[in-house]
């Protein structure tokens, strides 16, 4: 190749005097339609695993509401199940996930797509030291409290033990009692409460919205 790394060319001279395999004409037909085939096979292949995919998330918000549709007598604020509601600094960090021996802090990309990420992390400051009870754990409850309108509010369970992650100031620990915290994290999935979240969130720009820790307590 020639040229700035921006704009490559292949050289003429490639053309000209680079060899290709040329079997005989009927076997070319033959490889060519079965290559054909099989990209066809893996085109129809890929719009089923979309399709799926839709089809997954439209059954998943089917089986929320149904579950979550007759509790209107039960209702209580989300503020009487919580011990507390705790966060993070706002820090400026290293823009890549920490090494071995440095610590990092949790980005709303960890907790946007119902899994705990923990590659979703910026690196702080080698001399600040983040107090203890801002670590992440094993079984934490957390939620994004800025984002997008339709991701402000996204709720994880921490399934696995990260290494030196803390807190933001944009992630919230909520601090439920065990044997509730699977139920406040579906709830809050729920179209009911995804419907809540985003009536009571805050902000100007449907880019960055904000929900309160107050208003997560109503």
């Known amino acids: 190749m020639t040229g700035a790394v921006g704009q490559r ?21 033959r490889i060519v339609a079965k290559l054909d085939s099989l990209t066809a096979r893996i085109a129809r292949a890929r719009a089923e695993l979309e ?13 929320l509401r149904s579950c979550f549709a007759d509790l209107e007598k039960h209702e209580l604020p ?31 990309s960890a907790v946007t797509w119902g899994h705990f990420d923990t590659t979703q992390t910026k690196t702080l400051p080698n001399d ?5 009870k801002a670590r992440i754990m094993k079984g934490d409850l957390l939620i994004s409290r800025a984002n997008t309108l339709e991701l402000v ?7 696995v033990q990260p290494d030196n992650i803390f807190l ?28 809540q979240i985003e009536s009571l969130a805050t902000g100007n720009q449907l880019s960055m919205r904000n929900i309160s820790q107050a208003a997560l307590r109503a």
């Open 78 to 108: 989300l503020g009487e199940l919580l011990r507390g509601i705790e966060a993070g600094k706002n820090m400026r960090c290293v823009e890549r996930p920490p090494v071995a021996g440095e610590k990092g802090v949790v980005k709303v």
């Open 168 to 195: 933001s100031d944009k992630i919230l620990r909520l601090l439920v009692e065990e044997d509730k915290k699977s139920w406040v994290l579906w709830y809050l999935r729920s179209p009911e409460g995804r419907s």
């Open 9 to 29: 060319r292949v050289p003429r001279i490639f053309l000209e005097n680079h060899s290709i395999g040329l079997p005989p004409l009927a076997e070319q037909r």
């Open 153 to 159: 509010g996204a709720t994880v369970i921490v399934d």
């Open 51 to 63: 399709r799926v995919q839709v089809l997954k998330a439209h059954l998943r918000q089917q089986a």
């Open 128 to 132: 600040y030291l983040p107090p203890t």
